[in-house]
């Protein structure tokens, strides 16, 4: 063996199993956590460490997660009530004034040092 394997999983494959079952078909709400819709990385650490007493880093959780073939992603939000037309008006007409008037200013603040 030309390379080290590296430390042995601290979870068995059957509780890596468990553990992507519970992440895929729970929210956190429904294990014992406060927080009622989004797992984050603390969270699912303190998951692991609750049902398994095992202790991960925020990143090993992020490794679990790449191993099952999880991703971790920040979930979006979008507005109930959005106005799309008001959206869309903002995205193509007030955003981009702005965005020149900004602009405009950080040159004449650049000029006047």
């Not at 590296?6 to 079952?21: C, D, S």
Request: glycine share 6%; no cysteine.
């Amino acid at each position: 063996m030309k390379y080290s394997p590296g430390a042995p999983r601290k979870l068995e494959a059957y509780q890596e199993q468990e553990f992507a079952q519970i992440i895929e078909h729970q929210l956190p709400v429904d294990v014992g956590f406060e927080a009622k819709y989004n797992w984050t990385l603390p969270i699912i650490a303190s998951l692991i460490e609750k049902k398994w007493g095992k202790k991960y880093s925020i990143r090993g959780v992020g490794e679990i997660l790449h191993r099952l073939g999880l991703s971790y992603t920040r979930p979006t939000y979008t507005l109930a009530h959005a106005d799309e037309d008001k959206q869309k008006e903002f995205v193509e007409q007030t955003f981009p004034n702005v965005k020149k008037t900004v602009e405009w200013r950080n040159r004449l603040h650049s000029l006047s040092r």
